[in-house]
């Protein structure tokens, strides 16, 4: 119990600083992140250029700052996206019962039986990459199994007697959503979009890396890992070491965030005594 | 025990023909038209009667629902048109490509199941022991590593450091079963530990669990051999919801298995649906979604009915049902 407080204190800082570090980047780097300097590509770590440089001439650090602004806002983002279908969805499901509810459930199985991947790859083919056509792929893909929980949730509690007592003194259904019964779900919510944050970033990380994301000229931590495979072949581990090791670690700390979360708000038939 | 399955298969029948729906749907949205896919620039040279004509004969003047029975009956009869690059039948391309991928989904799966049961009883019945601190680490770190990043790493240590296995691809088909291991190994591996980690600590929590309970400690009070209470009572409850959610999360695989096979140029679904999307040769990539999610339901269908058989408490209550019936 003490070690996830710990490791969620530390989680807590290392974001602050990514946060802080990416925010302030033009100041924190002397370098510009698109900046091609074929004068010197692949360049190991030196004191200018303190994580090396890429295939471009352009310098790591910098690109992992900026890589950062577009790595995190597709989580965030994409995490709202699917925050925001998953609440209603379920909400829905799980507050009308009966047949609504069992249509609505079969399709959310069928959903999740095609993989997301292949849904995302197909997306793409349809739709010009961006930034936004990313967030909403990984957003539109993400939110079942949310909806799922909060359906669960709904259903045992729309027969409470305070939501009982709403409806009686003629409550509208959106204010009973808005004020009743989506707040009491939000410690599952909180602890439902810490993960979708990872997952998220992770997404955009496999996506980008497979050329099907961020344009390639723009920085996003999987962008940097494109042609990964060649620089492991000439040695360049520095070019693959460090955006990996971002990735890695924001995916870590978000993680931990999410278990001190789950400890402390989530429901108690998810957490075995520690 | 037949009913059972019959209404398992009608479910699964069910979804599958939702998925057609939706990528009907799909096929719809995608950019251009049937007409100017098959005559291409020619279209535009011809006259707006004739491109009636065509459009006439293709069916795209139906109403949709005519459009989708009359897809539907030909993707039945396995005419999925031909590929846009070299106008070999998509049904041939496909077909080459689920071989490899069922078997490299069924090697990682049964990976995983291997792994995480030992491991993760393990864990679970040895809390807060130095194994259980190193794997759950370990697990973390696999949780919030990509796959293409662990398929990477995988690489060099294993193939250009230490040579023990091929980079890429399927070896030929003629080599035997040697070669199909050796060439085998490597995705089936980080399949496997790209989802691993999550599988563990579930496993593991169910454990924690399980071995907390009443009948576990009957048992001890009985004078039951430890390890038989493990084999025989902890760990096959343990295993049923963890069984359950393997089936669930095949789809997560099966995405997984794109990255992989990319990666190590394995020939299948995965590597197909890339390519296509990437040369937007739209029919190959509508089959290829197309059987990767069949993949999948059938997948998980077998893994639904194995666990239904495994569960004495189901299986009892249909193997009676069928008596009577």
Redesign the interface.
Known sequence: MKLTKWLAVTACAYLCLLLLLSFAAPYATGHDPVDVNLGSILQPPRPDHLMGTDEMGRDVFTRLLYGARVSLSVGFAAMLVSLVVGVVYGTVSGYCGGWIDRIMM??L??L????????M??V???LSPGLLTVVLVIGLTGWMSLARLIRTEMFERKDEVFIQASIVVGASPYRLFVRHLVPHSLPTILVMSASGV?HAI?SE??LS????GIPPHEASW?NM?VG??NH??TGAWWA?AFP?AC???T??AI?FLGDWLQNRYGSPQ?N??K | MLRFVLSRIGEAAVVLLIVSVIVFIFIRLLPGDPAMALYGDNIQKMTPADQLRIRDNLGLDEPLHIQYTKWLEGVMHGELGRSYLNGEPVSTIIYNAVGPTVQLMLTGTCLTVLASLLLGTYTGLRHASKTDVVVTVFSYLLMSMPAFYQALLFMLVFSLYFGWFPIAGMGSPHGGFGEWLRHITLPALVLSLSHIGYYIRLLRNHVLITKEKDFVRALEARGVPYLRIVTRHIAPNSALPFLTYIGMSLSLTMAGSVVIETLFSWPGLGMLSLKSALTRDYPVLIAAILLGTFVVIIGSLLIDLFCAWFNPRIRRQLVKEGAAS
């Open positions: 079969r399709l199985d069928t999740l039986s095609i993989p997301s991947l292949l849904i790859i197909g793409q083919a349809i990872g992770l990380s496999t890396f497979l050329g099907l999987g890992l990964a495979q492991l072949l693959v990996g990735i890695v670690l995916v870590l993680t998810f075995p005594k």
